[in-house]
């Protein structure tokens, strides 16, 4: 039922666009493997595979506590905390970007030598694509780590918060919009599927689409496989064009997600996840097996991966079946997968349009349910700055979408729209 209210003007611009190039993994130049075994510096291929894989798991736990992190402190509502709660989202946002920095520069360490290892398959164009963003991430994640520690210890110092909690939190305010400021353009979100037991972070705010990756009949159901997507957009020149040229005109971005493999109703067997269009690098993780590099293009329709070659175990594969693997992965635009229940839904692809109102314009959001159920519950909440809220809770059509009418709001309000459906659950983020 809806419980909507009236519009008013908003006065706190949140963050609305996804996270830029700082937060692209990047994945280093390629480097000489060792003779005979396949194996980097004296450490075993099988030892560098392991470890990579280990943290890719790494990476997807601190992207998602940076991306709560995040939300907790640039979305919260000083005006109803207290000055101690303040300064406890602050901590936490900072301590959690560290971490997150530190697993992504690992597993950047790992997959550069795991790529020296199987350069013969590797193009370059994954290589110099990935580690494009190295610099950019260490300096504009920990710029902005650095700078908001620096910012709550001057705001400290002037405010104690025992004595003045009030001017701390005007203080921290303020810092929080000059944040806004030198990150312009940035916005971070958290996706998880219970269902699914998937997690991935900080892309949430963008529209979505379904990545299906279809592996081996022998793999067994609940095998745990990874995820990490890099792509970018332009606004200087064509990726396609030339996509090795990342200059400081585009806007790269990251998603990591983890899922389970599940068997459809077909009799394939797939992870399913959903990530934000574009054209980058989908490095797949399977565990217990060599990761997989692609360069792909995802459209709205999603892409289906087919890894069901692969079979190399991590303990004893050589750099020879990594090559192998990377070799007779197939893709395809597109991907379909029928569901008998709305309790195999594993993901929700949603998109708002249109993708930036105009103040005062109405918004449609439209959520889809993957595999493809018709007669599934969505639930979407809205909430604005301007203190709108509203929900409603349609059932998917035979394309397994379901929508929902906003009305648009002042210029500078910024609408938060959570969706869920079977235990599953998405975000979008706007601003008009």
């Not at 067994?220 to 064509?238: A, E, N």
């Not at 997968?337 to 349009?353: D, H, K, L, P």
């Amino acid at each position: 039922m809806n419980t909507g209210k009236m519009r008013k003007n908003g006065f706190f611009r949140l963050l609305s666009r996804i996270l830029p190039a700082f937060l692209v993994m990047a994945y280093g130049h390629c480097g000489a493997g060792g003779e005979g075994d396949g194996s980097s510096g004296g450490t075993s291929f099988g030892d560098t595979v392991s470890e990579l894989n280990d943290q890719e798991d790494e990476v997807n736990a601190t992207t998602f506590s940076f991306a709560q992190a995040y939300e907790g402190f640039f979305g919260a509502d000083l005006d109803s905390l207290t000055a101690d709660e303040v300064r406890s989202a602050v901590d936490d946002f900072t301590s959690s970007g560290d971490d997150f920095v530190d697993a992504a520069e690992t597993y950047s360490d790992l997959l550069e030598s795991y790529q020296g290892d199987v350069s013969a398959s590797l193009s370059a164009l994954e290589t110099k694509f990935q580690s494009a963003g190295v610099d950019t991430l260490t300096s504009d994640v920990g710029g902005v780590i650095r700078d908001t520690k620096t910012g709550e210890e001057n705001c400290r110092a002037e405010h104690d918060p025992e004595t003045d909690p009030s001017g701390y939190k005007t203080c921290i305010d303020q810092l929080r919009q000059t944040q806004l400021t030198n990150v312009a353009n940035i916005g971070v979100g958290a996706v998880v599927s219970s269902g699914a037991g998937a997690i991935a972070g900080l892309a949430a705010g963008a529209a979505g689409a379904p990545v299906l990756v279809v592996v081996g009949a022998t793999v067994g159901v609940g095998l745990v496989v990874g995820l990490v997507w890099t792509w970018c957009t332009s606004s200087s020149s064509s990726l396609s064009d030339d996509i090795l040229a990342v200059s400081s005109g585009d806007t790269c971005n990251f998603t990591s997600c983890q899922g389970t493999v599940r068997e459809l109703s077909d009799g394939r067997k797939a992870v399913i996840c959903s990530v934000p269009p574009g054209t980058g690098t989908l490095t797949i993780h399977p565990s217990g097996g060599v990761p997989i590099a692609q360069d792909v293009t995802i459209d709205s329709s999603g892409v289906t991966v087919d890894i069901s070659d692969c079979d190399a175990d991590e303990e004893s594969a050589t750099a020879e079946d990594a090559e192998d693997c990377n070799s007779s992965t197939e893709e395809e635009t597109g991907a379909e997968a029928e569901g008998s229940s709305c309790s195999e839904v594993a993901t929700i692809s949603a998109n708002n349009s249109p993708a930036d109102p105009s103040p005062g314009e109405d918004v449609t959001v439209t959520a889809t349910v993957f595999p493809t159920v018709s007669g599934c519950t969505v639930d979407f909440g809205i909430s604005g700055t301007d203190g709108y809220s509203n929900s409603d809770s349609p059932t998917t059509d035979s394309g397994g979408s379901a929508s929902f009418t906003i009305p648009g709001g002042a210029e500078g309000v910024v609408d938060t729209v959570t969706i869920e459906s079977s235990s599953v659950s998405t975000t979008i983020v706007y601003t008009f």
